[in-house]
Structure formats: C-alpha cells, structure tokens
C-alpha cells in the first residue's frame, strides 16, 4: 500500500458527446474513442485536475460519495450545454476547459471557456455538464480504497490519469546515450525483428514462384527463414557472395519486367532516396497476380548504410503501393516498444503483452502486401 500511495496523478483526457454516449477521445489520434460508461470515472478525471496523491483523492471521492461536500446546482454551467454537441472538454493540471469549436478553438484559440474556477470546491463541473449522459451512477460500490485503486488503474491504463507533473520515474531512460547502439543487438534481439517475424509468419504461404529479395545477402535470406520457392535470386547495389543481381533499385532497366512472382524488400525502403520509384519498379518486375512483400522500420534510430533518408509511416505506405491491386497493410508497435526501438531495449526485456500491444499512433514496423 505504500509503494501505492507514492503514485501521483493529473489526469489527461478529452472528452466529447457522441450519438447521446461520453467518450474518451485522443487529440489527433487513429485510436478509437473509448466510452465513459460510468459517473465515478468523470469524478476521478475531476479530483486528479487538482489533487494528485492518491490518499488525498481518496479521500475527496469519499466525501462526494456521501454527501458531505456542498453539491451545487451552477446556473452559470447551463450557458455551455449549448456548446456541448460540437465542443470538447479538455482535463489537465489544474484545468477544465471546453473548447467549443472541437480541436480548431485549441489550435486557433478561439471560443474556449475556462470552467476550473467552478470546480475546484465541489467536483461535480462535469457531472452537472453531462448530467443528460445516461452514465451508471456506480459511486456506492466503490466502498473502499481497493475499490478505489482499481478505477484509478483502469483509468491509467486507458490512458486518461498519467504521473503527475515533474513526477515521471525515468529511471534508466533519463541518459544522453541509448541503451544500446546497436538497436538492441547487444542485450537480444531488435524489437523490429520481432514485428517483422511475426510479419512473416503471417504471410509465409503466400511467398512463392520466382522469387527477388532486394537489398539483401545470403544471411538475411537465412534469418527471414522465407519459402525458397521456385528460385531465388538477391538484388543487390554491391556485389557480394550470394548476390545475383547488382544494380540500383530506382532503375527500372536492371530487372526483367514481370519475371518475378514475389518480391521481398525488408527493412531496405528507408534508404531509398525514393522509395515510390523503387515500388513503381517492383510493379514493373512482378508478373500479374505476383505479390510484393515489403517492410520498413518506422521507429528506429539513423542507420546510414549506406544513407538513411525516409520513415515511411503506414499513410505513405498506402500512398506509394496504390497502384497495385490489393493491398494488405499490417502496423506493430505501441509506445513501450517504440521507446525501445530508439533506446535498443531487446525484445527479451520486454513481456509478450507489452511487444504485442498495439496503438496505431506509434509504429514502430510498418509492412505491407501488395498484389499486382
């Protein structure tokens, strides 16, 4: 309980009406809205604004419990329902605010209203806001602290309480230098090899015929574990053992057109000073039907190797293999394992829930199928 109590919190969050229902919403995101279902959980966001120690919170979400705080009726709050269809309201250190313009009156500054000051008494500005929200008034079956940390935690988890201001544990993240230079190679295996395993795994079948890995040699054919096929032959801008192919993948003329069923391009795209030319190219060389698999990691330090000159992220993904027939794209990645990209954390550190977690908003490897 006391490693409990030394937790602090602000909370974090935006929160829109939509279709009569509250929701939880993130600023820019490709995440989903997640639904507040209940009142305690618009209590909680409340009191954190304000009040950051656990026992303290605790303690104000029991005197709201019981009625023992002033709970007033603020005539002045109504003038704002009208705002509430459009409008967002925004949770932060010491701050309400409803910005009634959605995200443009954050970014333009224009028709926000500051309601804190009708707060910081009673905790109950967003419940008398959102009095009209069909909530589940759960506040007597959080009858003890235990009751009371569960929420907090599930709130934490969504993403809506975070560490209080200043008070972050960077531990061994709080240096100038990575963890590893290596991207990880020194402590296990990099976390975009995990991603692009499972990437593999995945599509391994559907690799076959002909066979062309651009930017490869004989060990990455071997670590990739991918079907052999009919034949396969390695492209390569140097020559090599193993290398069948030496040429530049941004012209066209070095590959027969339509002479491959698969072609594979694994963590080669970003050094390609443009990657579209190198797509229209494997375009050209696939047979119709043939299938490109390709690879990019999206959060991962410089590596010049020889230059480093994109992150194509899944949007420009999307973008460059538009021409193609189909296409499957597949995004790993979440803000743990993007922090251990950089850093060089090793997939071996990290639990299997924390690298298979998934937020679209931090890839760390972006691949895509894409049929001719």
Same mark, same amino acid.
């Given at each position: 309980?006391?490693?409990?109590?030394?937790?602090?919190?602000?909370?974090?969050?935006?929160? +829109?009406?939509?279709?009569?229902?509250?929701?939880?919403?993130?600023?820019?995101?490709?995440?989903?809205? $997640?639904?507040?279902?209940? +009142?305690?959980?618009?209590?909680?966001?409340?009191?954190?604004?304000?009040?950051?120690?656990?026992?303290?919170?605790?303690?104000?979400?029991?005197?709201?419990?019981?009625?023992?705080?002033?709970?007033?009726?603020?005539?002045?709050?109504?003038?704002?329902?009208?705002?509430?269809?459009?409008?967002?309201?925004?949770?932060?250190?010491?701050?309400?605010?409803?910005?009634?313009?959605?995200?443009?009156?954050?970014?333009? +500054?224009?028709?926000?209203?500051?309601?804190?000051?009708?707060?910081? *008494?009673?905790?109950?500005?967003?419940?008398?806001?959102?009095?009209?929200?069909?909530?589940?008034? $759960?506040?007597?079956?959080?009858?003890?602290?235990? $009751?009371?940390?569960?929420?907090?935690?599930?709130?934490?988890?969504?993403?809506?309480?975070?560490?209080?201001?200043?008070?972050?544990?960077?531990?061994?993240?709080?240096?100038?230098?990575?963890?590893?230079?290596?991207?990880?190679?020194?402590?296990?295996?990099?976390?975009?090899?995990?991603?692009?395993?499972?990437?593999?795994?995945?599509?391994?079948?559907?690799?076959?015929?002909?066979?062309?890995?651009?930017?490869?040699? =004989?060990?990455?054919?071997?670590?990739?574990?991918?079907?052999?096929?009919?034949?396969?032959?390695?492209?390569?801008?140097?020559?090599?053992?193993?290398?069948?192919?030496?040429?530049?993948?941004? $012209? =066209?003329?070095?590959?027969?057109?339509?002479?491959?069923?698969?072609?594979?391009?694994? *963590?080669?795209?970003?050094?390609?000073?443009?990657?579209?030319?190198?797509?229209?190219?494997?375009?050209?060389?696939?047979?119709?039907?043939? +299938?490109?698999?390709?690879?990019? =990691?999206?959060?991962?330090?410089?590596?010049?190797?020889?230059?480093?000159?994109?992150?194509?992220?899944?949007?420009?993904?999307?973008?460059?293999?538009? *021409?193609?027939?189909?296409?499957?794209?597949?995004?790993?990645?979440?803000?743990?394992?993007?922090?251990?990209?950089?850093?060089?954390?090793?997939?071996?550190?990290?639990?299997?829930?924390?690298?298979?977690?998934?937020?679209?908003?931090?890839?760390?490897?972006?691949?895509?199928?894409?049929?001719?």
């Amino acid at each position: 309980m006391a490693n409990s109590l030394a937790k602090t919190y602000v909370s974090n969050a935006f929160l +829109k009406i939509e279709n009569a229902n509250l929701y939880g919403i993130f600023a820019w995101s490709q995440k989903e809205a $997640d639904l507040i279902p209940q +009142k305690s959980w618009l209590i909680l966001l409340e009191i954190f604004v304000y009040e950051h120690s656990l026992e303290k919170a605790y303690q104000l979400f029991q005197q709201v419990r019981n009625n023992s705080l002033l709970i007033k009726k603020n005539e002045e709050l109504e003038k704002y329902q009208q705002f509430l269809t459009e409008g967002i309201i925004q949770l932060g250190e010491g701050k309400i605010t409803l910005f009634a313009r959605g995200f443009r009156s954050f970014i333009e +500054k224009d028709m926000l209203f500051e309601l804190g000051e009708f707060s910081q *008494n009673y905790y109950q500005v967003l419940p008398q806001l959102f009095q009209k929200i069909a909530l589940e008034d $759960d506040l007597l079956s959080i009858e003890t602290f235990t $009751d009371f940390i569960q929420v907090v935690e599930n709130l934490e988890k969504m993403g809506f309480l975070s560490p209080a201001i200043a008070q972050i544990n960077w531990g061994d993240l709080k240096r100038p230098m990575p963890i590893c230079q290596a991207f990880g190679l020194t402590r296990g295996t990099p976390v975009d090899r995990y991603y692009l395993s499972q990437f593999i795994e995945k599509v391994y079948p559907q690799i076959q015929g002909n066979i062309l890995e651009i930017g490869g040699t =004989p060990k990455d054919k071997d670590f990739y574990q991918v079907n052999q096929g009919t034949s396969y032959k390695i492209l390569n801008i140097e020559a090599g053992p193993g290398v069948d192919i030496v040429g530049d993948v941004h $012209d =066209p003329s070095i590959v027969e057109p339509e002479s491959f069923d698969s072609i594979i391009i694994f *963590n080669v795209l970003e050094h390609c000073y443009a990657p579209w030319i190198a797509v229209e190219n494997i375009w050209k060389w696939l047979k119709p039907g043939g +299938k490109c698999f390709a690879m990019v =990691p999206s959060a991962i330090r410089v590596h010049a190797t020889p230059q480093d000159y994109w992150r194509p992220l899944p949007d420009a993904f999307v973008y460059i293999f538009r *021409n193609f027939s189909q296409q499957q794209l597949s995004v790993y990645g979440n803000p743990i394992t993007a922090i251990a990209g950089y850093q060089g954390i090793a997939t071996e550190e990290l639990t299997q829930a924390e690298l298979d977690a998934f937020h679209p908003d931090y890839p760390v490897a972006t691949c895509m199928v894409a049929q001719k």
